[in-house]
């Protein structure tokens, strides 16, 4: 069945330091895909998407880019922040049925 | 919009009681979702809607637990009766499918049933 398997943590990483978080797919077709974030205490939230193969996501300074080929879509960030540690999910979608999957969770800590 | 709002945001019950969660999606999201968050277990979905009917329940831990959407604006989410291991964050998500599936989170409620 479609799932998504992403990188355990714990994570911790020094102030301006490079974040790499994993993540692998299986799914039949062409999923879209997803990157959520959980600050503590609040709900998930959209970080990025990328709705085909070789789209790249990208928002506050994070980027993920859909490979098909590798069926991944790892999580980077050149330089992290102390208001960058929280919980980070990837999570997949099949345009039929909106039905999400989601990977367990990395969670990510940043020291200054 | 204000998003998907959940309701109770903290309930402290005891163990025998029942809990009933409360969920409004965003207006126009034809597609509503529970999770449930543990540490132990992570994110799991429990059951989801499509327009208001319920089309896949496969993740209800067992009959304690029951949902349903009266209509467009309003789920809830029923544990009777609740049980220790109950506890948890409860998470309401609504999404659109002409919106090419993005899902939108409400902040949760965390459940205590001691």
């Known amino acids: 069945g479609d799932s998504v398997t992403q990188m355990e943590g714990p994570v911790t990483l020094s102030e301006e330091a490079f974040l790499t978080i994993n993540c692998t797919y299986t799914?039949?077709?062409?999923?879209?895909l997803f990157w959520y974030v959980q600050y503590p205490g609040e709900g998930l939230q959209l970080l990025l998407k990328?709705?085909?193969?070789?789209d790249k996501g990208s928002n506050k300074g994070f980027e993920a880019t859909y490979r098909k080929e590798t069926t991944s879509f790892h999580l980077e960030k050149g330089s992290v922040q102390v208001s960058d540690s929280a919980v980070y999910f990837c999570a997949l979608s099949k345009n039929t049925g909106n039905q999400f999957y989601f990977g367990t969770g990395t969670s990510l800590t940043v020291i200054p | 919009d204000a998003g998907v709002i959940q309701s109770p945001r903290h309930e402290v019950t005891e163990m025998g009681q029942e809990v009933t969660l409360r969920c409004k999606p965003i207006?126009?999201?034809?597609?509503l979702f529970w999770y449930r968050q543990t540490m132990m277990r992570g994110l799991e979905l429990l059951i989801y809607?499509?327009?208001?009917?319920?089309?896949?329940d496969s993740g209800m831990p067992e009959d304690r637990f029951s949902a349903k959407m009266p209509n467009a604006s309003f789920s809830t989410l029923k544990i009777q009766p609740s049980e220790p291991r109950d506890s948890a964050v409860y998470f309401c998500?609504?999404?659109?499918?002409?919106?090419?599936?993005?899902?939108?989170f409400g902040q949760g409620t965390r459940l205590t049933v001691v």
């Open positions: 809607f499509n327009n208001n009917v319920p089309i896949d």
């Open positions: 990328a709705t085909k193969a070789d």
């Open positions: 799914a039949t077709g062409y999923p879209s």
């Open positions: 207006s126009g999201h034809d597609y």
């Open positions: 998500a609504s999404s659109s499918r002409t919106d090419r599936t993005e899902a939108f």
